[in-house]
Nanobody, 124 residues
Framework: QVQLVESGGGSVHPGGSLRLSCATSGYTYSRYCVGWFRQAPGKEREGVATIFTGTASTLYADSVKGRFTISRDNAKNTAYLQMNSLKPEDSAMYYC?????????????????WGQGTQVTVSS
């Protein structure tokens, strides 16, 4: 079965950086969409970024554009989320997810497999 395992979360000061990883396994297809989402306590889950494994095309939420970079190493079946210039409002549980296609909006209903999440905390 499909499995997604996130890693790389932690605690950093504002302005710091973290790189999250999402290792995927069990996928039958070589082309699919990988997305990163986050959810802070008391808030709805928010789409952060997506990347399509076939073309490497990416999409970002406005709140992270210019600060976060999503990438994918197809040989390792691993996606990454490089997060720079972190702000306290970036604090959340971060999840990676996969779905058949990357669409023009980052919505969780388009993704059918999810990881367990990794916590990111940004505070001084």
């Amino acid at each position: 079965q499909v499995q997604l395992v996130e890693s790389g979360g932690g605690s950093v000061h504002p302005g710091g950086s973290l790189r999250l990883s999402c290792a995927t396994s069990g996928y039958t297809y070589s082309r699919y969409c990988v997305g990163w989402f986050r959810q802070a306590p008391g808030k709805e889950r928010e789409g952060v970024a997506t990347i399509f494994t076939g073309t490497a095309s990416t999409l970002y939420a406005d709140s992270v554009k210019g600060r976060f970079t999503i990438s994918r190493d197809n040989a390792k079946n691993t996606a990454y989320l490089q997060m720079n210039s972190l702000k306290p409002e970036d604090s959340a549980m971060y999840y990676c997810a996969t779905g058949p296609l990357c669409l023009t909006a980052i919505r969780d209903i388009h993704f059918n497999y999810w990881g367990q999440g990794t916590q990111v905390t940004v505070s001084s």
